[in-house]
């Protein structure tokens, strides 16, 4: 009982933190008819954070923090798309 408990609060957890980092991701989301392919490298990079959200998932969470890090990175590549949009709009 108490297992199944904890279970929950931890998969309850990771999908709060799921739904707050795509929130973060796709703040900066380029316009496709503009920039198709920083768009399409956009598309890839949130299909990747959401293949790493899988692998943690299924491996327990416990990938010594490589995961965690790699989102945070691809995270970065996101949003750097997003100004390397807003810089060719200029």
């Known amino acids: 009982m108490k297992t199944r408990m904890i279970r929950r609060l931890i998969v309850g957890g990771m999908a709060i933190a ?8 796709f703040g900066q ?5 503009r ?10 990079i949130s299909r990747a954070i959401d293949k790493v ?3 943690q998932h299924a ?14 990175l691809l995270q970065q590549a996101y949003h750097e ?10």
């Open 18 to 25: 799921l739904l707050f980092s795509t929130v973060a991701v």
């Open 29 to 33: 989301q380029v316009n496709a008819s």
């Open 35 to 44: 920039h198709p392919n920083l768009a399409a490298a956009q598309d890839f």
């Open 53 to 55: 959200s899988a692998a």
């Open 59 to 72: 491996n327990g969470f416990d990938m010594g923090g490589h995961a965690a890090k790699a989102k945070d």
């Open 81 to 90: 798309i997003g100004l390397a949009a807003q810089a060719a709009n200029h």
